[in-house]
């Protein structure tokens, strides 16, 4: 497993925020402003069969190995979808949308940085632009649960204002690009993916 996130330091995100995990079936809700309580990779009942051996990377295959109903397309909309709804929740200092997706130690991590972010009455501002590109960079299974690290690409506009409305880091007229590797763990028969770990990709 990767380290869990230090804020910090190996979330470059972070830093240019000062800061998708919905699924397939609850985009709709997300696309009328919603938030997801409890969103999850889970396959929706009912949902059209693909053929996964042939779509499948060779980086997922031992995960399909281990859950024959992972589906590679599926889950990488689900990651790029959390992606947006993290990146969002961590500017707004969102903690309650945040709670479901995180595994326990990078909440606790997104915590001090909202703390600290809060502490210098600061406020962070994001517009996600667009998804440039997700893909399963590795991934892992063992007794314990299933782990993806996905690469994730897009562009962003960010900036973090100081109490009188100053910004002292990021730019709110200029977009920029944001490379991470973040890592989805789900235990065994548990169907909801967590993030567990984040690096610079």
Known sequence: MNEAADV???????????????????LSVLSSGAHPESPDMAKPAGAAKTDDKRAASPQSRNIREADPSFDERMFLEGAAKAYEIILNAFATADVAALRPLLAPDVL????????????????????????????IESSSAAAEGI??????????????????????????????????????????????WRLVATDEA
């Open 108 to 135: 606790a991590a997104f915590e001090v940085a909202i703390t600290e972010r809060k502490g210098r009455q600061e406020a962070s501002q994001l517009s996600f632009v667009r998804l440039k590109d997700a893909c």
């Open 147 to 192: 782990e993806v690290t996905v690469r994730l690409a897009a562009e962003i506009i960010s900036a973090t204002r100081s109490a009188s409305n100053e910004v002292v880091d990021g730019d709110p007229d200029r977009i920029v690009a944001t490379h991470d590797l973040w890592t989805f763990g789900r235990r065994r028969g548990d169907k909801d």
């Open 8 to 26: 910090t330091t190996s979330l470059p995100t972070l830093v240019l925020l000062a800061f998708w995990w919905a699924f397939v079936s609850i």
